[in-house]
């Protein structure tokens, strides 16, 4: 417990509202079935594993870090096809991409704006820079309601927009037209985040030609290098250009850039996983709603939200819990995922463990 003299001081420097929240909170997974963190359960052949350790052999770790990452850059602008009229900004993961963001535009006064529900970090980002957060409720399919987020955009200029594709926790695409509708309206700069782009075959890259308020952000954590922490945003290079100003030197370390650009080398290998994460999605979301009293909602990311039996959702989340099997408990969270669990797709083999985890629990 803090010395109350202590105490006393934070509580006057630390600002009211940061006091207020909560610390984004991830549960120790040691010796768990891990289906909550939206990871790729597959690892690399052995052959390309020793390739990868000898490359990383050769990495200088006294020395700091190429400052522009730019074989990093290269492989990612090959690989995703991004015209080099394009500029590519790397992150620590996609978190700080949204810091920088808010942070390029933090005044008094101004406002961020996201539909609800989706990632918490655009909200909690947003109190972090000082600014105002306003959330706008999805619609009963869980899109986008045009007239509520254009009367928002109206009513509070939002500096910043973001917009998940596919969503998170949802798991579902917006409809491309309501998108174009909020890009059309918004003064401020609109963020699509497409973190789960590997699992559908939607893209928004091409409405960087369209709309000169819109970047994109990226990050390789679903396809399997969630450890990297590598994030990306592409966009106009005026706009890219000012937020390199706020990143911090060196932020992608030594062993991040050899060992993203010795993946994107061989992403065929990451490309083959994901396909089967693809197939192994429709597999468990039949085998899902064939349970009794769960409702699976469509995704074209690589998780599933489903609905539990009313006043189950905790209770199946801790007897999941106690037979090794981490999934994220959604209910509490908004009131549209009440009774909810999100579960990531796995592999055949975890997945079939889940499956019989829950039907055990549910009496199927």
């Known amino acids: 417990m803090s010395h109350p003299a202590v105490t006393d001081r934070v509580a006057s420097l630390i600002r009211p509202e940061i006091r207020a929240l909560s610390a984004y909170s991830v549960p120790s997974a040691e010796g768990m079935l891990k289906l909550d963190a939206m990871e790729n359960p597959y690892s690399w052949p052995a052959p390309l594993k020793k390739a990868w350790l000898e490359r990383l052999e050769a990495v200088a770790i006294n020395r700091y870090p190429e400052p522009a990452a730019a074989a990093v850059k290269e492989g990612l602008a090959r690989m995703m096809k991004i015209p080099e009229r394009y500029d590519l900004l790397l992150g620590n993961g996609s978190d700080e991409i949204i810091q920088l963001l808010a942070m390029a535009v933090a005044e008094p006064g101004r406002t961020v704006l996201a539909p609800e529900p989706s990632f918490v970090m655009y909200r909690m980002i947003a109190t972090f820079t000082g600014m105002a957060y306003r959330g706008v409720a999805l619609?009963?399919?869980?899109?986008?309601?045009?007239?509520?987020?254009?009367?928002?955009?109206?009513?509070?200029?939002?500096?910043?927009?973001?917009?998940?594709q596919p969503n998170n926790p949802t798991g579902n695409l917006f409809s491309e037209d309501r998108v174009r509708a909020i890009l059309e309206a918004s003064e401020g700069l609109v963020v699509v985040d497409e973190a789960y782009t590997a699992f559908t075959e939607a893209d928004s890259l091409k409405l960087l030609d369209e709309y000169d308020n819109l970047v994109i952000m990226r990050t390789l954590s679903k396809v399997g290098l969630a450890g990297l922490r590598l994030g990306l945003l592409v966009g106009q290079p005026a706009w890219l250009t000012e937020l390199e100003k706020l990143r911090l030197p060196y932020n992608i370390n030594v062993l991040t850039q050899a060992s993203a650009a010795f993946a994107l080398e061989h992403y065929d290998v990451l490309r083959a996983q994901t396909r089967q994460l693809q197939q192994n999605r429709v597999l468990l979301s039949e085998a899902l709603g064939a349970l009794p009293g769960l409702q699976v909602w469509p995704s074209e990311a690589n998780f599933l939200l489903v609905r539990t039996p009313e006043g189950q959702a905790a209770q199946l989340h801790q007897g999941l819990r106690e037979q090794g099997i981490l999934v994220k408990l959604l209910d509490g969270a908004h009131p549209a995922l009440a009774d909810c669990l999100r579960i990531n797709v796995s592999s055949e083999e975890e997945n079939a463990a889940l499956l019989q985890a829950l039907a055990a629990l549910l009496g199927g």
């Open 139 to 164: 619609d009963s399919d869980f899109d986008l309601d045009v007239e509520a987020m254009l009367a928002a955009i109206a009513a509070e200029q939002p500096a910043l927009i973001f917009l998940a």
